[in-house]
């Protein structure tokens, strides 16, 4: 199976008013240069309409950062799969560690989010990692597959081929403390290893990300490592400069 395409997404978190992100979104229309890695923008729900106008004809593709596991209805305040599908994402995020520790998300709660992006045609990026006291404890390889497998949990092989999967230790993140590349290379092998296990016809073809304060002067050094497919970036997402960096890090 061939290399997949590096995938670069950009995870803004609660940042950026509709004002901001479409100005963000317009700008990097504007300077987006020709490139052979994937570029998304996985911006707040209420922004996602606007990003979505003014990334049109960028190359770059439109995320959200979160997904309800319910189909429509009475869920006050959520996001389902077919608005965002509407409004022209073709990424989620699930499962990000924000989420499992500020709203508790479950792997249950994760798995079924993701299982119902995939009924979509939304490809989700579905969060896993350790806490700092996992891995002080040498615990971080079984911890994190186990936290894979069971967010993954339903996801059948037919519409499985769409995953993304990012390797996000808490411990990385926003702290400026960046999981070494071999940190990054060991889990993501781990992770392929898991994946093989349940796909075994496609997992070479799902792309594996690492996040956890990647920044232009580490990016390449992580995406180089054999089956690091890619980043998931949250505070150097923001300044359309550290982008174009880490962009261009990637050609
Ligand atoms: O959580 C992250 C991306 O989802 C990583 O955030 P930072 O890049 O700010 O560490």
Same mark, same amino acid.
């Given at each position: 199976?061939?290399?997949?395409?590096? =995938?670069?997404?950009?995870?803004?978190?609660?940042?950026?008013?509709?004002?901001?992100?479409?100005?963000? #979104?317009?700008?990097? /229309?504007?300077?987006?240069?020709?490139?052979? %890695?994937?570029?998304?923008?996985? #911006?707040?729900?209420?922004?996602?309409?606007?990003?979505?106008?003014?990334? &049109? !004809?960028?190359?770059? !593709?439109?995320?959200?950062?979160?997904?309800? +596991?319910?189909?429509?209805?009475?869920?006050?305040?959520?996001?389902?799969?077919?608005?965002?599908?509407?409004?022209?994402?073709? &990424?989620?995020?699930?499962?990000?560690?924000?989420?499992?520790? &500020?709203?508790?998300?479950?792997?249950?709660?994760?798995?079924?989010? #993701?299982?119902?992006?995939?009924?979509?045609?939304?490809?989700?990026?579905?969060? *896993?990692?350790?806490? =700092?006291?996992?891995?002080?404890?040498?615990?971080?390889?079984?911890?994190?597959?186990?936290?894979?497998?069971?967010?993954?949990?339903?996801?059948?092989? $037919?519409?499985?081929? /769409?995953? *993304?999967? %990012?390797?996000?230790?808490?411990? +990385?993140?926003?702290?400026?403390?960046?999981?070494?590349?071999?940190?990054?290379?060991?889990?993501?092998?781990?992770?392929? !290893?898991? =994946?093989?296990?349940? &796909?075994?016809?496609?997992?070479?073809?799902?792309?594996?990300?690492? $996040?956890?304060? *990647?920044?232009?002067?580490?990016?390449?050094?992580?995406? %180089?490592?054999?089956? *690091?497919? $890619?980043? =998931?970036?949250?505070?150097? +997402?923001?300044?359309?400069?550290?982008?174009?960096?880490?962009?261009?890090?990637?050609?």
């Amino acid at each position: 199976m061939s290399t997949p395409r590096t =995938l670069l997404a950009l995870n803004w978190k609660m940042n950026k008013t509709p004002t901001e992100a479409g100005e963000w #979104a317009k700008a990097l /229309q504007e300077e987006l240069p020709q490139t052979d %890695a994937e570029l998304v923008v996985c #911006a707040p729900a209420v922004t996602l309409s606007l990003v979505a106008a003014h990334l &049109y !004809g960028s190359g770059a !593709g439109l995320g959200a950062q979160d997904v309800s +596991a319910h189909e429509s209805g009475a869920y006050t305040g959520e996001t389902s799969a077919a608005m965002l599908k509407d409004v022209g994402a073709a &990424y989620v995020i699930v499962g990000h560690s924000e989420r499992r520790t &500020y709203h508790g998300e479950t792997d249950a709660v994760v798995a079924a989010k #993701a299982r119902k992006a995939l009924e979509h045609g939304l490809t989700p990026i579905v969060c *896993v990692g350790e806490g =700092l006291d996992v891995r002080e404890a040498g615990e971080h390889v079984p911890y994190t597959l186990a936290q894979l497998r069971s967010s993954l949990e339903g996801v059948q092989p $037919g519409s499985a081929e /769409q995953l *993304v999967i %990012a390797y996000e230790p808490v411990w +990385a993140i926003g702290t400026g403390r960046t999981a070494t590349s071999a940190d990054a290379e060991e889990l993501a092998a781990a992770i392929r !290893g898991a =994946l093989r296990e349940v &796909y075994p016809d496609f997992a070479d073809g799902v792309r594996v990300l690492y $996040g956890g304060s *990647v920044k232009p002067d580490n990016i390449a050094d992580i995406c %180089a490592q054999p089956n *690091v497919n $890619g980043a =998931l970036v949250g505070g150097a +997402a923001l300044d359309l400069r550290s982008v174009l960096s880490m962009v261009e890090a990637l050609a």
